[in-house]
């Protein structure tokens, strides 16, 4: 290999694009299309980078399976990067592969990370981390050490066990720190701060306080009776009673717990679960027939009695029932939960991380879009959607993926 592809390799390493692309900007053989391609990449012109690095893959010769796959997975990490969930993700494991054949084991590591990365993303946390426990990090260079490091963090936060999730960055502070690169230094710093930012708003009878992602698992492991909203579940310790389909008795649930020790007026539960406005002998009948739903859903964590303005619910263990809130609330909260990471989604991307369909993703986004909460760049396929970082957004609480025992 020449010395101005090495040069240019070694500039893209230590996070000089621009130095790079001096180089080889007016080059097109196979490695200098791919060292363009990764430089546009970084430099945010994610469409053209995937045109250079498929052209890349094409010109390198069948004997050049190596840089084959390292093409193969700089274009994956793009799609990544640009949400594009639907990539082929076989093609990311065969390079990979290939990459741990021939011995390049930082590469093939990195082609873990991201597996890995989009594992995360789309919630699927329990697969995330049998592969993380395939990886041993303390062969690699920094700059793939951070990202690794990064991808413990994301799982030890969705899984709320925030003391590891502190530890891991900052391992990775300090592996960023040796790469030198400026954007992975800011990729950690803004992963760290995520964990002092209020996370949930804790109702009880004393009022109402904003929790950060410490004191929410402090509160999931203690003895309090929890209607935890983010998750539309009741939970006390280890138990848990998922109410994620039966959204009118979760509601119901919700009033019980904000008014406990206290009794909810049947007026209240009628309008917060049923809209009524102005109750007839046909809603209260309803009311009834779902409290006694609801009773039976909970009976193993509390009690749920009638009284003469109401109902009131009554933990089965010593301890207060409480609400876990998003600290605000808005209508298709997780939508925005996904856009809140600054990046452009597409909808089918949002579909395949929210597991539910185009169709009821879009009428989401149509929603916020009109509300000015999202706004659309591009049209037919190459629409994206986008908004804003907003500060103190409940993002973690309401991705996909389980939380602790769920």
């Given at each position: 290999?020449?010395?101005?592809?090495?040069?240019?390799?070694?500039?893209?390493?230590?996070?000089?694009?621009?130095?790079?692309?001096?180089?080889?900007?007016?080059?097109?053989?196979?490695?200098?299309?791919?060292?363009?391609?990764?430089?546009?990449?970084?430099?945010?012109?994610?469409?053209?980078?995937?045109?250079?690095?498929?052209?890349?893959?094409?010109?390198?010769?069948?004997?050049?399976?190596?840089?084959?796959?390292?093409?193969?997975?700089?274009?994956?990490?793009?799609?990544?990067?640009?949400?594009?969930?639907?990539?082929?993700?076989?093609?990311?494991?065969?390079?990979?592969?290939?990459?741990?054949?021939?011995?390049?084991?930082?590469?093939?590591?990195?082609?873990?990370?991201?597996q890995i990365r989009r594992l995360l993303l789309i919630g699927h946390?329990?697969?995330?981390?049998?592969?993380?426990?395939?990886?041993?990090?303390?062969?690699?260079?920094?700059?793939?050490?951070?990202?690794?490091?990064?991808?413990?963090?994301?799982?030890?936060?969705?899984?709320?066990?925030?003391?590891?999730?502190?530890?891991?960055?900052?391992?990775?502070?300090?592996?960023?720190?040796?790469?030198?690169?400026?954007?992975?230094?800011?990729?950690?710093?803004?992963?760290?701060?995520?964990?002092?930012?209020?996370?949930?708003?804790?109702?009880?009878?004393?009022?109402?306080?904003?929790?950060?992602?410490?004191?929410?698992?402090?509160?999931?492991?203690?003895?309090?009776?929890?209607?935890?909203?983010?998750?539309?579940?009741?939970?006390?310790?280890?138990?848990?009673?998922?109410?994620?389909?039966?959204?009118?008795?979760?509601?119901?649930?919700?009033?019980?717990?904000?008014?406990?020790?206290?009794?909810?007026?049947?007026?209240?539960?009628?309008?917060?679960?049923?809209?009524?406005?102005?109750?007839?002998?046909?809603?209260?009948?309803?009311?009834?027939?779902?409290?006694?739903?609801?009773?039976?859903?909970?009976?193993?964590?509390?009690?749920?009695?009638?009284?003469?303005?109401?109902?009131?619910?009554?933990?089965?263990?010593?301890?207060?029932?409480?609400?876990?809130?998003?600290?605000?609330?808005?209508?298709?909260?997780?939508?925005?939960?996904?856009?809140?990471?600054?990046?452009?989604?597409?909808?089918?991307?949002?579909?395949?991380?929210?597991?539910?369909?185009?169709?009821?993703?879009?009428?989401?986004?149509?929603?916020?879009?009109?509300?000015?909460?999202?706004?659309?760049?591009?049209?037919?396929?190459?629409?994206?959607?986008?908004?804003?970082?907003?500060?103190?957004?409940?993002?973690?609480?309401?991705?996909?993926?389980?939380?602790?025992?769920?």
């Open positions: 290999m020449d010395s101005l592809i090495v040069a240019a390799a070694q500039a893209l390493a230590a996070g000089d694009v621009l130095g790079a692309l001096k180089r080889v900007a007016l080059r097109d053989d196979a490695p200098a299309l791919a060292l363009r391609g990764i430089a546009m990449a970084q430099l945010g012109d994610l469409a053209r980078a995937k045109t250079l690095l498929k052209s890349a893959a094409r010109a390198f010769g069948p004997r050049e399976a190596v840089a084959r796959a390292r093409c193969v997975v700089a274009e994956a990490e793009i799609a990544l990067v640009s949400r594009d969930l639907g990539w082929p993700e076989k093609a990311l494991e065969t390079a990979r592969a290939a990459l741990e054949k021939h011995g390049d084991r930082i590469n093939a590591a990195h082609a873990r990370n991201l946390l329990d697969e995330a981390e049998r592969l993380l426990a395939r990886l041993d990090p303390s062969p690699l260079p920094p700059a793939v050490r951070a990202s690794h490091e990064l991808a413990v963090a994301g799982i030890a936060i969705r899984r709320l066990r925030i003391e590891p999730a502190r530890a891991a960055l900052t391992r990775a502070a300090e592996a960023a720190q040796k790469a030198g690169i400026p954007a992975l230094i800011v990729e950690v710093q803004d992963a760290a701060r995520l964990l002092d930012e209020p996370a949930a708003r804790l109702v009880a009878k004393e009022g109402e306080r904003p929790l950060s992602l410490d004191e929410v698992e402090a509160l999931l492991a203690s003895d309090a009776f929890v209607v935890d909203a983010c998750r539309n579940v009741v939970r006390r310790a280890g138990d848990i009673i998922s109410l994620v389909s039966r959204p009118v008795l979760f509601a119901l649930a919700r009033v019980l717990a904000e008014a406990a020790p206290a009794d909810a007026p049947r007026a209240l539960l009628l309008s917060r679960a049923f809209g009524a406005r102005h109750a007839d002998e046909s809603h209260r009948a309803r009311l009834r027939v779902e409290v006694g739903r609801l009773r039976a859903a909970l009976e193993p964590l509390a009690e749920i009695s009638a009284t003469a303005e109401g109902f009131v619910l009554t933990p089965r263990l010593p301890g207060d029932a409480v609400v876990l809130a998003p600290p605000v609330e808005v209508e298709h909260a997780s939508v925005l939960a996904l856009l809140s990471d600054g990046e452009a989604w597409s909808s089918s991307a949002l579909s395949i991380a929210l597991s539910t369909s185009p169709r009821t993703v879009q009428r989401a986004l149509d929603a916020l879009a009109t509300a000015g909460m999202v706004q659309s760049v591009g049209n037919g396929r190459a629409c994206r959607w986008m908004m804003p970082p907003v500060v103190g957004f409940p993002t973690t609480l309401l991705l996909p993926g389980p939380l602790p025992s769920d």
